[in-house]
């Protein structure tokens, strides 16, 4: 699960409390630690929760402008990032070479713009 996920990218010593605190660290919120089975548990009764999984779910707020995190993969690069594990990711942009099957449309109404 992500909990796994997240010991074996983050280290076996992190624990849910850790975990909040590095969110916070990093200006994440872990907005609740729960299960499918919990939620439906909560919202409709045990006997709707029958037979769901117990799988442990973070629930992290992350802003609209941090899509790179919205996945466990972006997030724990993140974090490892964020705590000296890994070096960040240089980027480089290239300009692809153009070719014949390559066009561009630019409509009437938006050409001010593009």
């Known amino acids: 699960g992500m909990f796994d996920s997240l ?3 983050l280290g076996n010593d992190v624990t849910e409390e850790s975990f909040d605190e590095l969110c916070f660290e990093f ?3 872990l907005d609740d630690v729960t299960s499918q089975k919990a939620m439906v548990e909560k919202e ?3 006997q709707a929760a029958e037979g ?3 799988r442990i779910i973070f629930k ?3 802003p609209a402008n941090r899509y ?3 996945c466990i993969e972006g ?3 993140a974090l490892q990032v964020f705590k000296g594990v890994i070096p960040a990711p240089l980027y480089k942009l290239s300009s ?3 070719q014949a099957q390559m066009t561009m449309t630019v409509k009437k109404e938006t050409a001010q713009i593009r």
């Open 7 to 9: 010991q074996k990218a």
């Open 27 to 29: 200006g994440l919120e």
């Open 44 to 46: 409709r009764g045990a």
């Open 52 to 54: 769901l999984s117990d």
């Open 60 to 62: 992290v707020d992350v």
């Open 68 to 70: 790179d995190l919205l």
């Open 75 to 77: 997030l724990v690069r």
């Open 96 to 98: 692809p070479k153009p």
